[in-house]
């Protein structure tokens, strides 16, 4: 008989309306509106575990003829890894700044 290990399934952050909340912005690389994507940034996923919707950026999908930010981050492979890290955490930034400026989050008191 052999031994397994059972680890607790991780729990992840999920929520649509941020999700679409975010996907309503301009792309944050590239400015183009109405073709963004809720792009979640690389850390914390792999083996089963999906990435955290609280860490999201808005970036732009493919298109006829264009190829958008978001498959340029996920499968570019124009960026180094720890390049493609910063890049994701400033988009993330970027997008959580003009989610509160637009009133799409707001803080409960």
């Known amino acids: 008989m052999t031994a397994r290990l059972i680890f607790p399934k991780t729990l992840t952050f999920r929520c649509e309306d941020l999700r679409r909340a975010v996907a309503q912005l301009p792309c944050m690389c590239c400015g183009i509106s109405g073709h963004t994507q809720a792009a979640h940034m690389n850390l914390g996923k792999g083996a089963g575990?999906?990435?955290?919707?609280?860490?999201?950026?808005?970036?732009?999908?493919?298109?006829?003829?264009?190829?958008?930010?978001?498959?340029?981050?996920?499968?570019?492979?124009?960026?180094e890894k720890h390049e493609r890290r910063v890049f994701e955490a400033e988009m993330v930034c970027k997008t959580y700044i003009a989610l509160v400026e637009r009133g799409h989050l707001v803080v409960a008191e």
């Open 49 to 79: 575990i999906k990435a955290s919707d609280a860490a999201l950026a808005a970036l732009c999908a493919d298109r006829p003829g264009v190829r958008g930010c978001h498959s340029m981050l996920d499968q570019g492979g124009v960026m």
